[in-house]
């Protein structure tokens, strides 16, 4: 069992930025693709942003080019830099931890993140 804690949610302004991070309690974790989701009310989760663990990543058409995934290996922590955010990034945000070649995935509890004036 993977634990998964996510932290650097919270209230910002449109055009603000935030900087999220999910620390992962394995001794694997560079085996693990890692993973950024979201689900606003109303709506179904969907993906933000993944990271192999050789460092490939893919995004959401929505999110290219504002959101940065990264990760830090020797500290088992994913990150999710946030810039230029709008009303429309607002949700909670899952991380999400896939042994690679597997469907083995642990969730993590989630982190608001409300954008508003």
């Known amino acids: 069992q993977v634990q998964l804690v996510e932290s650097g949610g919270g209230l910002v302004q449109p055009g603000g930025s935030l900087r999220l991070s999910c620390a992962a309690s394995?001794?694997?974790?560079?085996?693990?693709?890692m993973g950024w989701y979201r689900q606003a009310p109303g709506k179904q989760r969907e993906l933000v942003a993944r990271?192999?663990?050789?460092?490939?990543?893919n995004y959401a058409d929505s999110v290219k080019g504002r959101f940065t995934i990264s990760r830090d290996n020797a500290k088992k922590t994913v990150y999710l830099q946030m810039n230029s955010l709008n009303i429309e990034d607002t949700a909670v945000y899952y991380c999400?931890?896939?042994?690679?070649?597997?469907?083995?995935?642990?969730w993590g509890t989630g982190t608001q993140v409300t954008v508003s004036s």
């Open positions: 999400n931890a896939e042994f690679t070649g597997t469907t083995v995935n642990y």
């Open positions: 394995t001794n694997y974790f560079s085996f693990y693709t």
């Open positions: 990271i192999t663990g050789s460092s490939r990543t």
